[in-house]
Each structure stands twice: as C-alpha cells, then as structure tokens.
C-alpha cells in the first residue's frame, strides 16, 4: 500500500454555508450553491472517500479496509469495522442551527450514533464566537422552559474564538457556531445531529429544517460533560484533545525541520492548517519535490514509514489513537 492516502473532497451544500474555502483554502468549488462543508475523509454508507491519485487511485475507502485491513489500520481490525474518524472542513458564513449529539448513555435508544468532535478555527471573523455548554445552573427542564419562549441563546456559553483556536466538544454538549468561522472539525465517525433551534431560518427547499426536540432534550438530561473551554492558539505543540475516541495533537515546525512517522506503531491523520510539508524520504513511493499545502488532509497507514519536511513556517495536527476506539 502506498505510504500515504489523499482523498477527493466530498462537498456538501448548507443553508449556512457560502462560497469561503475557494479562497481560504484555494478550492475550486463546484458551481453555484452555499458549500458548507468539505468531507475530506469519510467511511459512511451515504459517503464514500476515494483516492485522489496513485496507484489506488479510484479505490474508496471502504474498499481499502475490506481489502487490506491490516496494512491500513493494523492487525485484528475487521475488514467490516468502519474507518472511525470523519474530517471536515466547515465554511460558515451564517450561524448553525443550536444542536446536539447524543452521548453513548442514550444514543442507541434514541435511533443515533454518538459524535465527539473537535474544532479547529482556521479563521475566524472579527467577533466570531460559537456556543458551547449551558450556563451554571440551567439543566434540561430551564433549557425547555426557555425553549418554549424563544430566549434559549442567554442559556449558552458563549466563546469569542481567534484563529488557531481549538475547542473539543464531547457527545451530548448543546451547542452552535456563529458565522464568521472556517473550522476543521475532526470527530466520531457519525453523522447523528438533533437540531433544537434553528434561529426562524428556512432550509434550501425554502422550508422550515426538522427540529428534534424530544431527542435534544434527552441528550440534555443524560449528559456528563463539562462545559467545553477553549484551547488558545499558542507556537508551543499540545494535545488539543484526548479522549477514548481520539487524540489531536498540534505540532508547529520551523522552516527544514522534519517529522518521521515509524511504520507498524499505528494509522495517523495528518492535517496542515499552516505552510506546507515536503516528503522527505521520496523513496518510500512518494515522488521527490511533491508536497502537501495547507489544507491537505492525509491518511497514513498503520504499514506507512514516512518523512516530512516543513517548507516555511508550518503547523500540523496529528490526530491518533482511533484505531482501538
């Protein structure tokens, strides 16, 4: 298998969602429409990552793990085992809904699957801000009084975000990102929303979204998470987030440093959010002078022995530590 795996992104139309990545990440979109999200890695029954290029090029996801399970996610995974990490980009130009996903305690009663995420703001607005969390004191049956009033946006904590910034929100934390922010969101495999409240907004058919009430309001009830806080963008290297599910890593790198990724240790996402990496071991199958560019999203198999070299000021997120999830 080839040391590395870039994928196609799958672009999805949003009622929130604008034309932002062609400039913020030098995309060409497809034409017309409000693209909210870029799936840039994906192994879902309705989404499907493919290769972008080499000689798997053509060959989704799916088919990788059926095939060659053990060379892309290490020894014991079951090739029926779905990939269990999903990255996007999102563009909001328009704030999302006020939502929730449901935590494991309840998501199998309530039909979903749980989704612990992570965001990364690659840019933010002058004034940009996501709600995450209830304020002190307001549990599930203040949240539904206010519900009913229309006045659920004073129950949130708010939290004014800057580039660089990064916030992990665990399943079962209401929440909503205000327009203003283009994130890179790294969470469960799952695609399980319950929207509560959606601002009086139509959808792109013109009509008003589905709320799920009854389910956002379980979720409530039965969430253990702490309010989420911010992580500052900062020059150091940190764990932006560690959990069960996954670990995200942020690993800034001066101009010719390098990163080494020792093969048969376990599969890796890489994601450049600042400059650009050269590969440094060309050999290994990847073609001397080829490079990734802020943005890129890559898949390194748990069989891949790989090398980068920054190409300017550099910042990537290493996220690991999915393969027992």
């Known amino acids: 298998m080839r040391s ?14 604008g034309r932002g990545l062609e400039q913020a990440l030098g995309r060409a979109l497809p034409a017309g429409g409000s693209i909210g999200e870029s799936w840039e890695i994906v192994d879902r ?3 499907q990552s493919i290769v972008a290029d080499g000689p798997l090029a053509g060959r989704t996801l799916r088919q990788l793990i059926e095939t060659r399970a053990a060379e892309l996610m290490g020894p014991g995974w079951a090739s029926e085992r779905r990939f269990p990490v999903l990255v996007k980009w999102l563009d909001c130009r328009d704030r999302l809904s006020l939502q929730v996903h449901p935590p494991a305690a309840v998501a199998a009663e309530l039909g979903g699957e749980p989704k612990t995420e992570n965001w990364y703001f690659f840019q933010a607005d002058a004034g940009a801000a996501v709600l995450a969390g209830l304020q002190p004191g307001v549990d599930a049956r203040k949240f539904a009084q206010a519900l009913e009033h229309g006045d659920v946006e004073q129950c949130m904590c708010r939290h004014a975000t800057r580039a660089g910034d990064s916030l992990f929100i665990r399943s079962g934390v209401m929440h909503a990102i205000e327009a203003g922010n283009v994130i890179l969101e790294i969470q469960q495999n799952s695609d399980t929303t319950y929207r509560v409240y959606d601002w009086g907004r139509a959808g792109l058919d013109g009509k008003p979204r589905a709320l799920h009430v009854r389910e956002s309001l379980a ?36 101009d010719g ?14 994601s450049v959010v600042e400059g650009s990496l050269r590969f440094a071991n060309p050999g290994a199958g990847n073609p001397e002078g080829s490079a990734l ?26 996220t690991d530590r999915f393969h027992h999830a």
Not at 299 to 309: G, Q
Request: aromatic fraction near 8%; hydrophobic fraction near 50%; proline fraction near 9%.
């Open 4 to 17: 590395f795996l870039k994928f196609a992104p799958l672009y999805q139309q949003r009622v929130w969602g």
């Open 45 to 47: 029954p309705e989404a």
């Open 219 to 254: 979720c409530l009830a039965a969430n253990t998470a702490p309010t989420p806080q911010l992580v500052r963008a900062a020059a150091e290297a940190a764990v932006l987030a560690e959990c069960p599910e996954f670990r995200i890593s942020r690993r800034p790198l001066a």
């Open 257 to 270: 440093e390098t990163l080494r990724f020792a093969a048969r240790e376990q599969p890796r996402i890489l």
């Open 293 to 318: 560019g802020c943005g890129d999203n890559i898949l390194l198999p748990y069989a891949s022995d790989l090398a980068f070299a920054a190409a300017g000021k550099t910042t990537v997120l290493v």
